[in-house]
């Protein structure tokens, strides 16, 4: 029997548009950090077995706090994957890291959004109420931070004009409740501590990111541009793998809900929480789009924080021939 290189092999599925033209041309480990209550992409294409084969690997090595402690890791080289919204991936290219997005990790639409909440008894009732109130976020410096930025900005008052208060994601009904904000800011990414919450009862939301962003990415899976030019192959499947995965999410709801929930489990966090998944809300095929990152790149010279024409969303966005030059 002859065996051919691992590389021709690959060239001829590729040719013939065979299944089997979905593996690296090496054997590659991609590291990241979990978020609690939520599943990736690629955690959920590992656990379909997309990348059974490939030569790729998933490996979960702790929890990240939010998507800007995930891209410091990606920074210093602990993981190979970082996630975070659009606006903290900006802010961490401006800061002179020299990222590619590679697939939105989320998206918001009518379907998925995050969703401020107040008591139902709160004199809060639009967005220009929020103005000198406490608000509970996952983080400072991502969707949510920019966001109530947006929003504010949108109602005519300074950006600056609330205060927010770091929570994590499943104490934001808990502080809620107590008095300790006066409303609590549910991530897309959050649909499942979102859900619980809406369960128990008592509480009124008071607007959403799309009311103030429209449909657009809400973040981005993101890696290190040397690390697609050393891995182009692994990059390239691992991208195409995710995008797939986002796909089935879409077409079997129920049936991500319950891999969800097994994966939660396995992670030693409470399983129940699956029911309450809504999806990604990503566009077909896991594509982006020029606006998911102009709209913020504008954002970001409207704060002074870039000039003009500095940063162009294509030269950002992964493309598979950034995969293969």
Do not use: C
Not at 72 to 82: F, K, M, P, R, T
Not at 236 to 248: G, H, I, P, T
Not at 286 to 303: H, K, N, S, T, Y
Request: net charge negative; aromatic share 8%; proline share 4%.
């Amino acid at each position: 029997m002859t065996f051919l290189p691992r590389k021709l092999l690959l060239s001829a599925a590729i040719a013939i548009g065979l299944p089997g033209s979905a593996f690296a041309a090496e054997d590659i480990n991609f590291r990241y950090l979990a978020s609690q209550g939520g599943l990736s992409a690629y955690e959920l294409a590992a656990e379909l077995g997309y990348f059974d084969g490939t030569g790729i690997t998933v490996e979960n090595v702790g929890y990240a706090t939010g998507g800007p402690a995930s891209l410091i890791a990606l920074a210093s080289g602990d993981v190979e994957i970082g996630s975070a919204a659009t606006s903290a991936v900006l802010n961490s290219i401006v800061g002179g890291n020299d990222f590619v997005a590679a697939y939105p990790s989320n998206g918001i639409n009518d379907e998925v959004q995050s969703i401020f909440y107040v008591l139902e008894d709160s004199p809060i009732r639009e967005i220009k109420d929020i103005a000198g109130k406490s608000i509970a976020v996952n983080t400072l410096g991502a969707h949510l931070d920019y966001t109530i930025r947006e929003a504010l900005h949108s109602v005519g008052l300074p950006t600056d004009a609330a205060n927010q208060i770091v929570v994590p994601g499943p104490q934001l009904e808990q502080v809620l409740r107590s008095g300790q904000v006066d409303v609590s800011a549910f991530g897309y990414w959050q649909t499942t501590f979102e859900g619980v919450a809406k369960q128990n009862g008592g509480l009124r939301a008071i607007f959403d990111d799309t009311d103030v962003l429209g449909e657009i990415a809400g973040g981005f899976i993101v890696l290190r541009r040397d690390f697609i030019a050393k891995h182009p192959d692994a990059a390239k499947v691992f991208v195409e793998q995710s995008q797939r995965a986002l796909d089935y999410a879409r077409e079997h709801p129920e049936e991500t809900k319950a891999i969800f929930a097994k994966a939660l489990a396995e992670r030693g966090e409470n399983p129940e929480i699956a029911k309450f998944f809504r999806g990604y809300g990503v566009r077909p095929g896991g594509q982006a789009v020029d606006r998911d990152l102009q709209f913020w790149i504008d954002v970001l010279v409207r704060e002074g924080k870039l000039k003009e024409g500095q940063l162009a969303a294509k030269d950002i966005l992964y493309s598979a021939d950034t995969a293969s030059n």
